[in-house]
């Protein structure tokens, strides 16, 4: 049986080779990872800082040292915080009625490059494609 594809003059090998992936079905390329690193503070006071992820999402308290984590963590601020939002997103909620000011630098497959929020419960959106205001958990 002959092949239908066609090799044209000066495709590269690593044009083929993608080429071939994507026809066989089987994509060997690499994950971008969008990530940051985010700095927490109490806006008006000496503020505890909970940080948790959603499925996919992870993070590292850079304060100690460094852990991925996917579990609940409550800290005191100021804290800083590296996220992975590859998979899923991250939440940086004040632990009291004291909105946090959370901002950081994102890099990676991240649209953005800079985020940044004043709120009691900040939700960093998988992909980091932006920071919105959420309910604030009991």
Do not use: C, K, N, Q
Request: aromatic content about 4%; charged content about 15%; hydrophobic content about 45%.
């Amino acid at each position: 049986m002959r092949s239908s594809r066609r090799i044209v003059a000066g495709t590269t090998a690593a044009a083929l080779a993608a080429s071939a992936a994507v026809a066989s079905g089987f994509s060997r390329a690499p994950v971008a990872r969008a990530t940051g690193r985010l700095h927490a503070e109490g806006a008006t006071g000496p503020a505890t800082v909970r940080v948790y992820a959603e499925p996919g999402g992870a993070f590292a308290l850079l304060d100690s040292a460094p852990r991925v984590r996917t579990d609940t963590v409550v800290v005191s601020a100021p804290a800083v915080i590296a996220v992975d939002l590859t998979g899923g997103a991250v939440h940086v909620a004040s632990g009291g009625a004291v909105r946090l000011r959370v901002d950081g630098a994102m890099s990676g497959a991240s649209p953005a490059l800079w985020l940044t929020t004043t709120s009691p419960h900040a939700v960093f959106d998988r992909g980091g494609s932006g920071v919105h205001g959420g309910t604030v958990p009991r």
